[in-house]
C-alpha cells in the first residue's frame, strides 16, 4: 500500500471509531452530514447481542461507557434534577445520548433535527419523538423560548465553522430562560501539541472539513452576549482523541 493509501485507511479506522463512517459529503454546505448506515449497525450490534449504543461505544468507537460518562457529568450538574419538559436535541444519530436522557428525565416533548433519515425514523418509532424537517442550519420550526434543554453531542466537530455558528444562534433563540444549552466541541482544550499530530498525520481523507475546531472563548464569548452563562466544561471520549462538552444556563 502507498504512503497516501496508509494514511487514507488510518483516517477511515479513526472516522469510523469516532463514530461515523467515511463516505464524500453531497451537501452545498460542506459539511460531513453522513452517518454511519443504519441496517448494518443495527444487524452488527445484535450479532454482538450489544446495544446499538453499546456497540457504537464498544466495538465502532473504542470508547466503552463514553456516553454513560458524559451522561454521568450532565447528572451531576443537575442538568436532569432540573426536570426539563422540552427537550431539543441536535443530530442524535442512533439515539446513543437520546435514549440514555430519556433514562434520566421524562420531558413530555422531545424534538430532534436530524439528516440521516433511516436514524430519525428509527428513532421517532422506539422513542416516540418528534424529527423536525432539518433546513440548513436553523431549528425554524420551533418556537423562541420554548425548549428547557438543547443538546447536541459530537455534531459540531462535523459540521463547517458557519453550520455551528449559525445553530449556536438557533439554540439560544428557542431555549426558555433558565433553561439548558449543552454541546461538545473541539476546543483549544483538546488539542495539544500531540494530539494535533494525531489528526495532521491521519489527515488527508477528503473529509477536509473533519474535525473543525471551535475556539472555546469565542463559545463562551458569544452564549454570554445572548444571555447565558458557562456553567461547566468537561472533557469526553472522542475516538482516540476528545472534545470539550460545554453546559450553558440562559438568565432567568
Ligand atoms: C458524528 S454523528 C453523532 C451522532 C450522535 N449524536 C452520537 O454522538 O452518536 C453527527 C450526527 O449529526 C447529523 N447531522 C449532520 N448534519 C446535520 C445537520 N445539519 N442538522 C442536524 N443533524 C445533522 C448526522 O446525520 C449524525 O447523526
Redesign the pocket.
Known amino acids: 500500500m502507498t504512503a497516501a493509501g496508509r494514511a487514507k485507511s488510518g483516517a477511515k479506522r479513526l472516522l469510523e471509531r ?3 463512517q467515511l463516505v464524500r459529503s453531497t ?1 452545498p ?1 460542506g ?6 448506515p443504519f441496517e448494518p449497525t443495527m444487524r452488527a450490534a445484535r450479532a454482538a447481542s450489544l446495544s446499538v ?1 453499546d456497540y ?1 461505544d464498544e466495538v465502532m468507537n473504542g470508547t466503552p461507557g463514553a ?1 454513560q460518562s458524559t451522561i454521568d457529568e450532565l447528572r451531576t450538574l443537575g442538568v436532569f434534577a432540573a426536570m426539563p419538559d422540552t427537550v431539543l ?10 435514549e440514555k436522557t430519556l433514562e434520566e428525565c421524562s420531558p413530555t416533548r422531545y424534538e ?5 433519515e433511516p ?1 430519525a425514523n428509527y428513532l421517532v418509532d422506539t422513542f416516540r419523538v418528534i424529527a423536525q424537517p ?1 433546513t ?2 436553523s431549528l425554524d420550526t420551533t418556537p423562541d423560548n420554548s425548549v428547557d434543554l438543547v443538546q ?4 459540531f ?3 463547517t465553522f458557519l ?1 455551528a455558528c449559525r ?1 449556536f444562534f438557533e439554540m439560544a433563540r428557542v431555549t426558555r430562560p433558565g433553561g439548558r444549552i449543552v454541546f461538545d466541541v473541539m476546543t483549544e482544550t483538546c488539542l495539544t501539541p500531540e494530539t494535533m499530530h494525531v489528526w495532521a498525520t491521519r489527515g488527508g481523507t477528503g473529509h477536509d472539513s473533519f474535525p473543525s475546531a471551535m475556539p472555546r472563548r469565542t463559545c463562551v464569548d458569544l452564549f454570554a452576549a445572548l444571555d447565558f452563562s458557562l456553567e461547566a466544561g468537561f472533557l469526553a471520549p472522542l475516538g482516540v482523541a476528545s472534545t470539550e462538552v460545554l453546559v450553558f444556563k440562559k438568565t432567568a
Not at 459539511?31 to 454511519?36: E, K, Q, R, S, T
Not at 430532534?112 to 440521516?116: C, D, G, H, Q
Request: hydrophobic share 40%.
Open positions: 469516532a463514530g461515523f451537501t454546505q459539511g460531513v452530514d453522513d452517518f454511519i449504543c457504537i456516553t436535541e441536535i443530530g442524535p444519530g442512533s439515539g446513543r445520548y437520546l430532534i433535527y436530524e439528516t440521516a436514524w432539518v440548513g442550519f447536541a453531542h459530537k455534531v466537530n462535523t459540521l453550520g445553530y
